[in-house]
């Protein structure tokens, strides 16, 4: 099966958990039809789905099952579309479509956004704690703790706390090159690190198999990052020819404003080595990972 | 001791304690100063700490001291402190004081209390995730998942849902007693009745333990709001005399305005009755809870 064939397969067994999970939370008594629509609009219907294959794949690392991890990666899910929800807000980034169609708060309003975001957040701990995520409860408890950790102060909540001020602020074009690997290794790294880690916790992994695939989320989070910016540079550039002096107009540094095209090029392929190198103790099973690692690395859009 | 001594001293207690762990938040790393100082500035300074005092007081009926307690009144807190933040935005209540201070987005800005309740949420899970709190991963996780219902779409969120769906809808004059009833229940009685299980949750006590303390905090929840219904009235009617009158011309039902002044008495009374036979088996152990809900029945500010 082709990497484009296994993580649309993956992306669909995801999307049909997660509307079980929300057919189910909106078949309570006490639901409010508005609050579960929603959550519906800000859950289903897109997306690669790139989180939840990275915990599925994590956990076939070690024998798991995908419905052994789908559990697991309906929570994340749940906690990147809440970030989703609220980072557009008028308030945050202020925007008004996403993947095509209206953001949460065009398609409802600003309230609803906020509760619908609260709602979804809680929900991803809710889920966690259940016996179908995991027989054990220890294992539970130790993806309550790791996903807590990435998507809080000290991760995701904190990461775009750091942008927004420097946006907000105007400070966007001091930033170093250390204060954006920071903020993005918190933004959007912490919750792709948990994703690679997550597997390790699910099959109760030695520690140094966790370490490994934190490691392993990091560079792959890294990766993520650079290939982004490149993209953005190289979209821009075939079409108006002066793409990174256009970045620098528009006052934002970025990772590859600061390190030069080509110094970005050459560390994304280390990366890509690193992050192979990393899964080489767990022989053909590591194959889709490696695969999300190239992918990440090669993506032309 | 008396109640107000003790509801104090408790109330000391926990703010240290909350103060300690955004301390500690604060000092890692990668901290933002603006948002651990939201935190700061949404968690500390105030408040009864009643949901905590309840936690402390279930939680020694069966012999835990107030610290193996604390961690998880402090987690119930950092809900119902994010809970608050939220509201408070102009999208919501658009209220600018709160305990007589300037609410978290008016102290900061919009976006800082979004991200500073989102924060909070997580590290409420993250506090119960710790082994501080329980020394078991089962008692943790069953912690875990009794808060997020008591707090998401079937509980706090979902309540606050409906009661701005009927506020901004313009829908709140057409509410009967059962919806009232059926909203309070989740907006702020699943985080007294979680308050109230909580102990029978650290003490790993028996099922008939824990549905008799949420029998008892949804009893407590209930008299709460009828209390808070019936100071409003009466407040209003030393001043003005025509109190229900006032209430109507807002166009706003109540439970009081929908059950009448006295039948709301009443009730207040059979509640209190119910609450005190309710923790009969517990005896001596029981006096501080039975004063809690003599507190509520009774207060008069």
């Not at 099966?1 to 008594?29: W, Y």
Request: some cysteine; aromatic content about 4%; overall charge negative.
């Amino acid at each position: 099966m082709s990497f484009n064939q296994k993580i649309a397969d993956h992306a669909r067994l995801v999307e049909a958990r997660l509307d079980t999970l929300l057919t189910e939370l909106a078949a309570g008594p006490r639901a409010s039809a508005r609050l579960t629509a929603a959550l519906r609009h800000a859950v289903l219907g897109g997306g690669k789905r790139f989180r939840p294959f990275l915990v599925i794949e994590s956990a076939a690392l070690f024998g798991l099952d995908a419905t052994d991890a789908i559990d697991t990666a309906a929570a994340l899910e749940c906690i990147h579309c809440y970030s989703l929800a609220h980072d557009d807000l008028p308030a945050m980034d202020n925007d008004t479509l996403r993947r095509g169609r209206p953001t949460v708060w065009c398609a409802y309003d600003e309230w609803t956004a906020i509760l619908a975001g609260d709602g979804l957040l809680t929900l991803a701990f809710e889920i966690l704690s259940r016996e179908a995520t995991h027989r054990e409860p220890a294992v539970r408890i130790a993806l309550v703790a790791a996903l807590a950790e990435a998507s809080g102060a000290h991760g995701m909540v904190g990461g775009q706390m750091l942008d927004l001020e420097a946006e907000k602020g105007g400070g966007h074009q001091d930033r170093t090159l250390s204060d954006i690997r920071h903020l993005q290794a918190m933004k959007t790294g912490a919750l792709i690190r948990f994703a690679a880690e997550a597997g390790a916790i699910l099959a109760a992994a030695p520690p140094k198999d966790r370490v490994r695939l934190q490691r392993f989320g990091e560079v792959l989070g890294f990766a993520f990052q650079i290939a982004d910016d490149l993209l953005d540079v190289e979209g821009d550039a075939s079409e108006v020819g002066k793409a990174v002096a256009k970045d620098a107009a528009a006052g934002k540094a970025t990772l590859v404003s600061l390190m030069g095209i080509e110094a970005a090029r050459a560390r994304l392929l280390s990366l890509e080595a690193e992050a192979v190198a990393l899964l080489a103790p767990y022989g053909d099973r590591a194959q889709p990972l490696i695969e999300a690692a190239r992918f990440v690395v090669n993506r032309r859009s």
